[in-house]
């Protein structure tokens, strides 16, 4: 058996679509970059528009055949952004950073700027940005590859169990049940001597994902004396998976398709690495 393994990498784009928000965010203070698009479209009172490589529109014709209800959930979350579904929606709270933030920023502020040249942070501000705004605190872990890190975003901060936005999200929304081992030796124990492997793996998966604008006030967070928010789905986020998952899942029934596989058990998932 010959392996294969391969990674699919996205460039961040702006998709075209225009749909304007019912419940946009009150900006209270301006970013110190003028040219964010984001605070650009909320001082003119322009659309929003999500920050996602995703075109909902070639999506919509890939999804043909699928649930209806699904691929509804899909295109709307890809044109104006997927609700996070938390209930709790506290006045403004402030807490600080991990110690190993707090220790590492000047380490981490490129990372933490590569998310505000992408659009998917926006920032920096000198005064909380948004009105009834919630700072979780931001945390990181070293990955892999020497002097790259995980930025996580921890939204279960306070560990209370009532006041985080995590508190917010019921277990409908953060559970989820993916392809195990087993599954995947069950393939290959399935197929004949010779057959083909091979695992792809999207980059920066979560952060393909666009939030809301009525749910950014819930994603706030500090960093090196300066406020900013998230637009994405982000690592800290108990809904994430799920929502990744709803994604995942059609996409990887479109693979199988492509490839013309015989039947559903050559294909397993788990978040974003696919088998085949």
Same mark, same amino acid.
């Given at each position: 058996?010959?392996n294969i393994?391969?990674?699919?990498?996205? *460039?961040?784009?702006?998709?075209?679509?225009h749909?304007?928000? &019912?419940?946009?965010p009150?900006?209270?203070?301006?970013?110190?970059?003028?040219?964010?698009?984001i605070?650009?479209?909320?001082?003119?009172? *322009?659309?929003?528009?999500?920050?996602?490589?995703?075109?909902?529109?070639?999506l !919509?014709?890939?999804?043909?055949?699928?649930?209806?209800? !699904?691929?509804?959930?899909?295109?709307?979350? +890809?044109?104006?952004?997927?609700?996070?579904?938390? !209930?709790?929606? +506290?006045?403004?709270?402030?807490?600080?950073?991990? %110690?190993?933030?707090?220790?590492?920023?000047?380490?981490?502020a490129?990372?933490?700027?590569?998310?505000?040249?992408?659009?998917?942070?926006? $920032?920096?501000?000198? &005064?909380?940005p948004?009105?009834?705004?919630?700072?979780?605190? @931001? $945390?990181?872990?070293?990955? !892999?590859?020497?002097?790259?890190?995980?930025?996580?975003?921890? @939204?279960?901060?306070?560990?209370?169990?009532? *006041?985080?936005?995590?508190?917010?999200?019921?277990?409908?929304?953060?559970?989820?049940?993916?392809?195990?081992?087993?599954?995947?030796?069950?393939i @290959?124990?399935? #197929?004949?001597?010779?057959?083909?492997?091979?695992?792809?793996?999207?980059?920066?998966? +979560? %952060?393909?994902?666009?939030?809301?604008?009525?749910?950014?006030?819930? #994603? $706030?967070?500090?960093? *090196? $004396?300066? +406020?900013?928010f998230?637009?994405?789905?982000?690592?800290?986020?108990?809904?994430?998976? %799920?929502?990744?998952?709803?994604?995942?899942?059609?996409?990887?029934?479109?693979?199988? %398709?492509?490839?013309?596989?015989?039947? &559903?058990?050559?294909?397993?998932?788990?978040?974003?690495?696919?088998? #085949?």
């Amino acid at each position: 058996m010959v392996n294969i393994t391969w990674s699919l990498e996205t *460039q961040v784009s702006t998709i075209s679509h225009h749909l304007i928000s &019912e419940h946009q965010p009150q900006l209270l203070h301006q970013a110190n970059s003028q040219s964010d698009p984001i605070i650009l479209s909320m001082l003119s009172g *322009q659309p929003w528009r999500p920050v996602t490589p995703v075109n909902p529109h070639h999506l !919509k014709l890939l999804l043909d055949g699928y649930d209806p209800d !699904k691929t509804d959930y899909l295109v709307n979350g +890809f044109m104006r952004g997927f609700s996070i579904c938390s !209930k709790n929606d +506290f006045a403004c709270q402030a807490n600080r950073n991990s %110690r190993f933030v707090e220790d590492h920023a000047d380490i981490l502020a490129p990372f933490v700027q590569a998310e505000v040249d992408a659009g998917r942070y926006v $920032g920096p501000f000198d &005064e909380i940005p948004l009105d009834r705004m919630y700072i979780s605190p @931001l $945390g990181a872990r070293p990955k !892999k590859q020497p002097g790259s890190y995980r930025l996580i975003h921890d @939204l279960s901060y306070p560990y209370d169990g009532v *006041q985080s936005v995590n508190d917010g999200i019921d277990a409908a929304s953060s559970s989820v049940q993916y392809y195990s081992v087993a599954d995947a030796i069950d393939i @290959l124990l399935s #197929l004949a001597p010779g057959a083909y492997m091979c695992k792809s793996d999207i980059a920066k998966a +979560f %952060r393909i994902i666009p939030i809301r604008q009525e749910d950014h006030h819930l #994603l $706030g967070f500090s960093f *090196q $004396g300066k +406020f900013y928010f998230d637009t994405c789905l982000s690592m800290g986020c108990s809904a994430s998976c %799920r929502i990744f998952e709803e994604f995942s899942t059609p996409c990887f029934t479109h693979g199988r %398709r492509f490839l013309h596989s015989r039947s &559903e058990s050559g294909v397993s998932t788990i978040i974003s690495r696919y088998f #085949l």
